[in-house]
């Protein structure tokens, strides 16, 4: 009997035997509920890193692994990314559709009236060092937003929670934007919000009061492909922080602090940073096969950055795109041959043929590329997981706000295998040997 068709599973402890149910949902494995495991067994599962365990049921956004599909509310990512923008792809996310017209027109409005943010938020910028990493200004930042919006009904109103998104999503480009002008010392530019997202976001980073900012279209485009493509991605780590955090019913602008340092390490969004940098240590084609010796090696800690993923066992969809995008944005901006391109895609050839990556389905993921974007549009590298967190912000919000609104929802608390001293008898100091 295949286990699709299985509506339940028996498991058999020290001789009793408890019944229990699978959930089905509309696509990908079913689950085991065991939420009656430990009161029926005195049990617990195990499972670092959630290999096997699913933290919660959601209706955003599905990842089907094998087959490297990635849809948002059921809209694949490659259509999101062709037909539609950042704006619409934000209110669906938030709201399950995409937006007629006049919700789209009403949306649009909804965010841009909180792009500002408050005057004394610029103070904060000047505590930091000039050569403060961005994203730890962005923790920071983020995170002290909740002491100017501290209602503590925020969690529980469903108006107040929708206002606190609006405001997240409208006020990351700002903070970011502000993030890289205090880095390189230029004047902070407020919000046009007659400009796009993506626009806004570019001329808030690039301008200065000197010079009338021109906008390319081109850059644009660029700029809002992919914040859709980095919009959400289900239970990655910093989302399921994000959750952690809120689960608590902490204020909504310190949990998205949290999902911004969860997302800065470089096994997750602080990746495309990462790799930038090992592109540039390969720098050469005829280096390529003593890095991918060095990513075999289980000696090294050294990896292919921008390969593997915890779902993707084929191409990352994600990938395929910034890949395409990539070249798009090269030709347009009249970069003939990019030297970085040349060697990523000879990376890319020569680590597929490879058998330890077929046999590990390890494919590029979306940070592979995304890199050579940014450096393509002159964004600096430190900037690049500014960017991703810009455009997950909304993810995080629509899944934070999904939680809060489950019936169900509880505070989430794993439990471990203890492995420690067993109870012992305090020494006084002087006993000690
Ligand atoms: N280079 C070399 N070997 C690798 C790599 C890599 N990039 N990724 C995984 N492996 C090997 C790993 O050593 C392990 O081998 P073994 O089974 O012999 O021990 C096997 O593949 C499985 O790896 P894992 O670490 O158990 O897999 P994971 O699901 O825990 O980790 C990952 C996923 C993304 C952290 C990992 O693939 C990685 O470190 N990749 C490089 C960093 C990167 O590109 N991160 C961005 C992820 S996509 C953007 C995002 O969502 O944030």
Same mark, same amino acid.
């Given at each position: 009997?295949?286990?699709?068709?299985?509506?339940?599973?028996?498991?058999?402890?020290?001789?009793?035997?408890?019944?229990?149910?699978?959930?089905?949902?509309?696509?990908?494995?079913?689950?085991?509920?065991?939420?009656?495991?430990?009161?029926?067994?005195?049990?617990?599962?195990?499972?670092?890193? @959630?290999?096997?365990?699913?933290?919660?049921?959601?209706?955003?956004? @599905?990842?089907?692994?094998?087959?490297?599909?990635?849809?948002?509310?059921?809209?694949?990512?490659?259509?999101?990314?062709?037909?539609?923008?950042?704006?619409? =792809?934000?209110?669906?996310?938030?709201?399950?559709?995409?937006?007629?017209?006049?919700?789209?027109?009403?949306?649009?409005?909804?965010?841009?009236?909180?792009?500002?943010?408050?005057?004394?938020?610029?103070?904060?910028?000047?505590?930091?060092?000039?050569?403060?990493?961005?994203?730890?200004?962005?923790?920071?930042?983020?995170?002290?937003?909740?002491?100017?919006?501290?209602?503590?009904?925020?969690?529980?109103?469903?108006?107040?929670?929708?206002? &606190?998104?609006?405001?997240?999503?409208?006020?990351?480009?700002?903070?970011?934007?502000?993030?890289?002008?205090?880095?390189?010392?230029?004047?902070?530019?407020? /919000?046009?919000?007659?400009?796009?997202?993506?626009?806004?976001?570019?001329?808030?980073?690039?301008? =200065?009061?000197?010079?009338?900012?021109?906008?390319?279209?081109?850059?644009?485009?660029?700029?809002?492909?992919?914040?859709?493509?980095?919009?959400?991605?289900?239970?990655?780590?910093?989302?399921?922080?994000?959750?952690? &955090?809120?689960?608590?019913?902490?204020?909504?602008?310190?949990? !998205? &602090?949290?999902?911004?340092?969860?997302?800065?390490?470089?096994?997750?969004?602080?990746?495309?940073?990462?790799?930038?940098?090992?592109?540039?240590?390969?720098?050469?084609?005829?280096?390529? /096969?003593?890095?991918?010796?060095?990513?075999?090696?289980?000696?090294?800690?050294?990896?292919?950055?921008?390969?593997?993923?915890? !779902?993707?066992?084929?191409?990352?969809?994600?990938?395929?795109?910034?890949?395409?995008?990539?070249?798009?944005?090269?030709?347009?901006?009249?970069?003939?041959? %990019?030297?970085?391109?040349?060697?990523?895609?000879?990376?890319?050839?020569?680590?597929?043929?490879?058998?330890?990556?077929?046999?590990?389905?390890?494919?590029?993921?979306?940070? @592979?590329?995304?890199?050579?974007?940014?450096?393509?549009?002159?964004?600096?590298?430190?900037?690049?997981?500014? !960017?991703?967190?810009?455009?997950?912000?909304?993810?995080? =919000?629509?899944?934070?706000?999904?939680?809060?609104? %489950? /019936?169900?929802?509880?505070?989430?608390?794993?439990?471990?295998?203890?492995?420690?001293? !067993?109870?012992?008898?305090?020494?006084?100091?002087?006993?000690?040997?």
């Amino acid at each position: 009997m295949s286990h699709e068709s299985l509506k339940t599973v028996q498991l058999t402890v020290g001789g009793k035997t408890i019944t229990l149910p699978i959930l089905t949902g509309t696509d990908g494995p079913s689950v085991i509920d065991i939420r009656t495991l430990y009161a029926e067994t005195g049990l617990l599962t195990y499972d670092p890193g @959630f290999t096997s365990t699913a933290s919660c049921d959601s209706t955003i956004t @599905f990842i089907d692994g094998d087959k490297g599909r990635l849809l948002y509310r059921g809209y694949p990512i490659e259509q999101l990314v062709e037909q539609s923008d950042f704006m619409e =792809v934000s209110y669906l996310l938030m709201y399950g559709e995409l937006p007629n017209v006049s919700q789209r027109a009403h949306f649009s409005q909804d965010i841009t009236y909180h792009t500002l943010v408050h005057e004394q938020i610029s103070d904060f910028y000047s505590g930091f060092g000039r050569d403060a990493h961005p994203m730890a200004i962005m923790v920071g930042v983020v995170g002290a937003l909740s002491s100017f919006y501290h209602n503590s009904k925020e969690t529980q109103d469903e108006s107040t929670r929708e206002v &606190a998104c609006w405001r997240l999503i409208a006020k990351m480009p700002t903070l970011a934007a502000m993030a890289y002008n205090y880095s390189v010392g230029r004047p902070f530019t407020y /919000p046009k919000n007659n400009l796009s997202y993506a626009g806004n976001f570019l001329r808030m980073m690039f301008s =200065v009061p000197s010079e009338e900012y021109i906008l390319s279209p081109v850059l644009e485009r660029a700029m809002d492909r992919i914040l859709v493509l980095h919009a959400d991605h289900e239970q990655n780590a910093s989302t399921s922080t994000v959750r952690l &955090a809120g689960s608590s019913a902490a204020n909504p602008f310190a949990c !998205i &602090a949290s999902g911004i340092a969860a997302l800065w390490g470089p096994a997750h969004g602080g990746a495309n940073e990462a790799v930038l940098s090992m592109l540039t240590e390969i720098g050469t084609a005829d280096r390529i /096969p003593e890095f991918i010796k060095r990513a075999k090696d289980k000696n090294d800690p050294f990896r292919l950055m921008g390969f593997g993923h915890r !779902i993707y066992k084929n191409y990352d969809p994600r990938a395929k795109i910034m890949r395409e995008t990539c070249h798009e944005v090269l030709a347009e901006l009249g970069v003939k041959n %990019d030297p970085l391109l040349t060697l990523a895609m000879e990376l890319e050839r020569i680590a597929l043929e490879d058998p330890y990556f077929i046999e590990k389905k390890l494919y590029p993921n979306v940070d @592979f590329y995304s890199g050579i974007i940014f450096r393509a549009m002159k964004i600096p590298v430190s900037m690049f997981t500014v !960017i991703f967190a810009v455009a997950r912000t909304v993810g995080w =919000v629509s899944q934070w706000r999904e939680m809060i609104s %489950d /019936p169900m929802q509880k505070i989430g608390r794993p439990r471990q295998l203890y492995r420690g001293n !067993i109870e012992r008898p305090f020494v006084p100091v002087e006993k000690r040997g």
